[in-house]
């Protein structure tokens, strides 16, 4: 156990609704990621924060898709009008030095 | 772009075997490599790390060995047990990116076989 929880951990949302996804690393965790991952795939780098600064926001991370972390402890990841292409797992992972990255047990969402 | 890939997409070894798991990387200046486990339904567990500077790492009942020369990857699992079946992931931290744009290859599946 990581110690990174998410919540919720599936969601089944119709095309066009918004939805919200929540990640709490342990409180040491001061760099927080946020990933991808599609069926038989590798997770794809979406996001990262450092503290409550977001450093770095990948080409996959469209208009729709927002992060924050407000007070440098848990962050949200919405995703605006969903699309059915938006179907994966969302993965957050926290971390205390530059390289290692613990990860939560994701958030599996399908979009009808 | 650069990519982590892995040869074989499935593996299949019988218990108390040695496993070994491939991967290429292309980006030969990457310095930080990572292997991850990943059991159904969870998130990608860290199993053993590198870096360019060192050709092998131990840990339990794990190595990971790297060649640079040819960009080459490898985890080795010793007396592979039934809980070792998961979806391993190699990947790589390229420079220049701060450590935190880790790039994933696609995954090997491990099958033990009892």
């Known amino acids: 156990d990581t110690g990174v929880s998410q919540d919720p951990r599936h969601k089944i949302t119709k095309r066009g609704q918004n939805v919200t996804f929540r990640c709490d690393p342990i409180s040491e965790h001061n760099r927080l990621y946020w990933y991808r991952q599609t069926l038989g795939q590798g997770p794809e780098f979406l996001t990262y924060?450092?503290?409550?600064?977001?450093?770095?926001k990948s080409r996959l991370l469209s208009d729709r898709f927002s992060a924050e972390r407000p007070k440098g402890s848990f962050s949200t990841l919405e995703i605006q009008r969903t699309e059915q292409g938006d179907s994966a797992m969302y993965l957050c992972?926290?971390?205390?030095?530059?390289?290692?990255?613990?990860f939560g047990p994701g958030t599996r969402l399908l979009v009808l | 772009g650069e990519s982590v890939g892995l040869h074989l997409p499935t593996l299949s070894v019988q218990e108390g075997d040695n496993s070994i798991i491939n991967c290429a990387y292309s980006n030969s200046a990457s310095d930080y490599f990572i292997w991850y486990k990943q059991e159904s339904g969870k998130g990608p567990q860290f199993i053993i790390d590198i870096r360019s500077n060192m050709d092998k790492r131990q840990g339990q009942r794990v190595t990971v060995l790297l060649n640079k020369t040819v960009k080459h990857l490898s985890l080795q699992i010793a007396a592979t047990q039934p809980g070792d079946s998961a979806v391993y992931f190699c990947?790589?931290?390229?420079?220049?990116?701060?450590?935190?744009?880790?790039?994933f290859g696609a995954g090997t599946r491990l099958f033990v076989k009892a």
């Open positions: 992972a926290g971390g205390r030095n530059q390289e290692t990255q613990y």
């Open positions: 990947a790589e931290n390229p420079p220049n990116t701060g450590g935190f744009k880790t790039i």
């Open positions: 924060f450092q503290n409550e600064a977001q450093l770095e």
